[in-house]
């Protein structure tokens, strides 16, 4: 696999680069990795990166981006927050990425079993994780009436999958960057969940 180039990143739609993403996490699931040589690929982006997706993700060890998605350095730039949340320096990340460096697909990526999203559905308060919490809370509020058990394996998954929906979101809401930007067809904003017991990326757009 080559090390991306300005003129390769730019030459690929935010379509074709959603299917790099589709294709590389089949690779991943099937135990097909591309063949990569990683260290001749720090010595190429040393002189210059051109990553074509910037992933919002969590800060969970088992949902990293290049690996799931059989991605290798310097093809994606990675925004990592517990339950991949909104704030003004995660916003100001995505614009950075899009808007400065030339990203074309920004991927909201959540993942089942989340402990953030466990946490609010528990309403664990504790230091600053209650703040961090509080931004989750839409997403519960959103499910609780829906079911009988908001604490539930089940629960929780719709939690996390409507939390990544209020990212996207607020992302549309919060950055007149990104907005104009995908309106004009310059970027694509998608959501996805990662299923950590079977590795498979389901995309939600």
Do not use: W
């Not at 528990?122 to 994780?129: A, E, K, S, W, Y």
């Amino acid at each position: 696999m080559h090390t991306l180039t300005e003129k390769t990143r730019d030459d690929l739609s935010p379509k074709e680069i959603k299917e790099l993403l589709v294709n590389g996490n089949k690779r991943f699931v099937e135990g097909k990795m591309a063949d990569r040589n990683l260290l001749e690929q720090v010595k190429i982006t040393s002189k210059g990166q051109f990553p074509h997706t910037v992933v919002l993700g969590c800060i969970d060890s088992r949902a990293t981006s290049e690996q799931i998605f059989d991605q290798g350095i310097g093809d994606i730039f990675n925004t990592r927050i517990a339950g991949n949340v909104i704030d003004e320096d995660v916003l100001g990340s995505l614009e950075f990425s899009c808007k400065i460096a030339g990203a074309k697909l920004l991927l909201v990526l959540g993942h089942t079993h989340c402990g953030a999203v466990t946490a609010a559905c528990n309403d664990v308060r504790i230091g600053h994780v209650t703040s961090l919490l509080n931004k989750i809370q839409p997403a519960v509020n959103k499910v609780r009436p829906l079911v009988t058990d908001i604490t539930t394996t089940e629960s929780i998954n719709l939690v996390v999958e409507e939390n990544i929906s209020y990212s996207i979101f607020e992302i549309r809401e919060r950055s007149a960057i990104l907005k104009e930007m995908e309106e004009k067809g310059e970027i694509k904003i998608v959501g996805g969940i990662y299923d950590i017991e079977t590795g498979i990326v389901k995309f939600l757009s």
